[in-house]
C-alpha cells in the first residue's frame, strides 16, 4: 500500500506536535505544514524534514489527510476547504464555533464518504480506555480540571477550553438523554469565564457535577465514579485507576467488609501518536474515526448550553 500524504495545518504549540507525530510514522509522507507564520512554518517543516506552506491552497493537492491545529474561530472555514478538496480530517476540539456549522461538516463528510475524527485527546487517555469492562451504569459522577493561567487557548471560555474534554468523556460512559444543566462561573483572569462548575443530569438519573479551572496553582485532573457495585477514582494526569467494588466473602479493607481494592496503573503512553494512528488507521482501512465529527458535535452542543448559562449568570 502506498504511503498516505498528511499535512498539519497551524504548527503552533500543539500543531509543532502533530506534525513531529506524522513524521515520525512509518507509512505517512509528511507532504508539509501550513501556518500564516512564514518563520514558524519554516522552522517546524525543517524540525520534520518537509515543506513549509503560508497558505492552505498550497498544499490541499498534495495530500490525502490533514490535522487542522488552527484556532477555534477558523475551524469551519480550514475544515470545509479541506473537505471540499476530498481530505480526510483530524479537526482539533471544540469542533466549531457552532453546532451549525458542526451539522455542515458532518454532512459534508459523510457524502463524500471521508473521515472525520475530532481531536478529543483524553479518549486515548490509557486510564479512559482501561474503563471498558468496569463501567456499569454509573450513577454519580464527580470530575476536576484544573491548570495554571495560560494566555493560550483564551480565545474561548474554560468550558470550551478545558471542560469539553470531561463532557465528551461524560457523554460516552452515560449513553442517555441529558436532562437538565445548571452551572456557575467567573471570569478571573480573562474576559472569558475562566472557571466553572456545571451540573447534569441525565435521563437515566445519572448525575454527573463537573469543575474546570485555568487558574488554579496545581493541576489537576481526576474523576470519580458511582455506581451499584463500585467506585472508581480515574487520575488522568498520573494515569492510574482504583477501583473499590462489593465482593462477597472479601474483607481486603479493615472496616470495610466485602469491599475489595484494586488499583490499576499505566504507562505515560503517548495519547497524541495514539490519536494520530487511530486517524490514519480510520482513513486507511474505512474505519469508523474513535471520536466522530458526531461525538464532537455533541460535546460541543453540551459545552454551548453550559456557557449559555454561565453568560446569563455572569451578565445579571
Not at 102 to 116: G, P
Not at 207 to 213: E, F, L
Request: hydrophobic content about 45%.
Amino acid at each position: 500500500m502506498c504511503a498516505l500524504r498528511a499535512a498539519v495545518v497551524g504548527v503552533g504549540y500543539l500543531g509543532r506536535f502533530h506534525a513531529q507525530k506524522y513524521h515520525e510514522h512509518p507509512e505517512i509522507e509528511l507532504a508539509g505544514v501550513v501556518d500564516a507564520d512564514a518563520e514558524r512554518a519554516a522552522e517546524v517543516a525543517s524540525e520534520c524534514g518537509t515543506a513549509a506552506f503560508t497558505s492552505l491552497d498550497q498544499v490541499l493537492d498534495k495530500v490525502d489527510l490533514l490535522s487542522i491545529v488552527v484556532p477555534t474561530q477558523f475551524h469551519f472555514k480550514v475544515a470545509r476547504q479541506c473537505l471540499e478538496a476530498g481530505c480526510h480530517i483530524l479537526l482539533e476540539k471544540p469542533v466549531t464555533q457552532t453546532v451549525d456549522e458542526a451539522e455542515q461538516l458532518i454532512e459534508m463528510a459523510r457524502s463524500r464518504n471521508l473521515v472525520f475524527q475530532v481531536g478529543h485527546l483524553e479518549r486515548f487517555n490509557p486510564a479512559v480506555m482501561a474503563l471498558k469492562g468496569v463501567l456499569d451504569n454509573p450513577q454519580f459522577i464527580e470530575s476536576h480540571r484544573l491548570s495554571a493561567f495560560k494566555p493560550r487557548g483564551t480565545d474561548v471560555n474554560v468550558v470550551l477550553d478545558l471542560m469539553i474534554h470531561d463532557i465528551d468523556i461524560l457523554l460516552s460512559m452515560v449513553p442517555h438523554e441529558l436532562k437538565t444543566i445548571n452551572s456557575v462561573g467567573v471570569p478571573v483572569l480573562s474576559e472569558e469565564v475562566d472557571i466553572a462548575n456545571a451540573r447534569l443530569q441525565f435521563a437515566n438519573g445519572c448525575v454527573a457535577n463537573v469543575t474546570a479551572s485555568r487558574v488554579s496553582r496545581d493541576p489537576m485532573r481526576k474523576m470519580r465514579i458511582f455506581q451499584q457495585d463500585a467506585y472508581i477514582s480515574i487520575d488522568f494526569q498520573d494515569r492510574k485507576i482504583a477501583v473499590y467494588r462489593k465482593t462477597p466473602g472479601v474483607n481486603v479493607i479493615p472496616g470495610l467488609p466485602d469491599i475489595a481494592f484494586e488499583e490499576l496503573s499505566f504507562d505515560q503512553g503517548d495519547p497524541l501518536r495514539d490519536e494520530i494512528h487511530a486517524f490514519i488507521d480510520a482513513v486507511r482501512f474505512g474505519k469508523t474515526p474513535v471520536v466522530t465529527g458526531e461525538d464532537g458535535k455533541r460535546a460541543l452542543e453540551v459545552a454551548m448550553q453550559i456557557s449559555h448559562k454561565l453568560w446569563h449568570e455572569v451578565t445579571i
